[in-house]
């Protein structure tokens, strides 16, 4: 069975640069979660997405984020233009719909902005 | 808003002792919370969900207990294993929608 899956990995990039993270769900759930976990402020919902339609994006930092979920196997964050204090681990979820189902994580992508 | 504190320090048992964790939280009850396990460089990984109206739930070597009153849950492993050496995580819905808040998680370090 495959999990969630992120790429890239790793993205090393200098800052003012566009950056985009990929997701692709596990087959058959049409919930989607982007989160950030940095140090300080731990795990931090960003956005999710509900049979691919955003329902709640409070999360989301500022204007330079936006995030998108074109079908039900793919969604993609991006960062336009990235700036140092972006630089985090930002893992992608999804579960089946209705309440208290677990989140399945994928590995996230560690990001740094230079 | 929902604000959650697990211990910020690390937790180091020795190896057949059993590890407890705590998550309190503050402002109203959650439907239900969720404990997480994460391993360095790894997603976290969903281990059990507990209901307002459940005292205890047990999947084997782990046990949550859920206490309204005291907003606090508390996370037992059972004849700890240095496998089960991770940060854990509780995570609080917010009222529907699948939204959780996490907390910041403690590590547990078990010793052979």
């Known amino acids: 069975d495959a999990g969630v899956i992120q790429s890239p990995r790793h993205e090393v990039t200098e800052m003012g640069q566009e950056v985009t993270l990929r997701c692709k769900p596990i087959?058959?759930?049409?919930?989607l979660f982007w989160y950030r976990q940095t140090m300080m402020r731990g795990l931090e919902l960003l956005i999710y997405?509900?049979?691919?339609?955003?329902?709640?994006d409070s999360g989301m930092p500022e204007d330079r984020f936006s995030a998108k979920m074109p079908n039900a196997s793919f969604s993609t964050l991006k960062i336009q233009p990235s700036e140092p204090r972006d630089s985090a681990v930002y893992f992608c979820a999804s579960s089946l719909s209705g309440e208290s189902q677990p989140q399945h994580f994928g590995d996230g992508t560690r990001l740094s902005i230079l | 808003s929902q604000k959650i504190e697990q211990n910020s320090e690390a937790l180091n048992i020795q190896e057949g002792k059993t590890a407890t964790l705590t998550c309190n939280y503050t402002?109203?009850?959650?439907?239900?919370l969720q404990w997480y396990r994460q391993d360095p460089g790894r997603g976290p990984v969903f281990l059990l969900l507990i209901r307002e109206n459940e005292k205890e739930k047990r999947k084997e070597r782990l046990k949550v207990t859920f206490d309204t009153t005291l907003k606090q849950s508390l996370f037992h492993i059972t004849a700890s294993q240095p496998a089960d050496s991770a940060t854990y995580l509780c995570?609080?819905?917010?009222?529907?929608?699948?939204?959780?808040?996490f907390g910041t998680g403690t590590r547990l370090l078990v010793s052979p």
């Open positions: 087959s058959g759930h049409n919930s």
């Open positions: 402002n109203y009850s959650p439907a239900y």
């Open positions: 997405f509900n049979n691919n339609v955003p329902i709640d």
């Open positions: 995570a609080l819905d917010m009222g529907g929608f699948q939204k959780l808040v």
